[in-house]
């Protein structure tokens, strides 16, 4: 696996998220996936589908800074600094969250199996 494939993931990935594409996030995301919110709640990709679905979520900007990936094997993590502006369940949300993805390969697909993020003061 090379970083430049992840590289590449990435922004498939954050370009899914910011328009909302729920089919592109139904093949990026694995079906076990796990996902811890910066207020602690854990997600799966069922519930991370259905905010983008229902559009309890909604993204006006999405940029990526001060990115960091490491190969190990079949697998690779992300680290990443989003800037993320919009709202989420008719809250507005402006701030800047530090992400870590997991990403692994299955087969001829990468998908993304784990992920946290915190709110940067």
Not at 11 to 30: C, F, G, R, S
Not at 45 to 60: F, H, M, N, P
Not at 71 to 78: E, F, M, Y
Request: with cysteine; aromatic share 6%; proline share 2%.
């Amino acid at each position: 696996m090379k970083i430049e494939t992840i590289v590449n993931a990435e922004i498939e990935l954050l370009t899914a998220i910011k328009n909302a594409d729920v089919p592109a996030l139904e093949k990026m995301l694995h079906d076990d996936l796990l996902f811890n919110l910066p207020d602690g709640q854990t997600i799966t990709k069922e519930v991370d589908l259905e905010s983008y679905r229902s559009g309890k979520i909604q993204i006006e900007t999405l940029e990526a800074a001060d990115q960091i990936i490491n190969v190990i094997g079949d697998t690779a993590v992300v680290s990443v600094i989003i800037l993320l502006k919009g709202t989420y369940g008719n809250n507005p949300v402006a701030n800047s969250f530090r992400y870590i993805r997991v990403w692994r390969q299955f087969g001829e697909s990468l998908k993304v199996i784990a992920g946290s993020c915190v709110t940067l003061q």
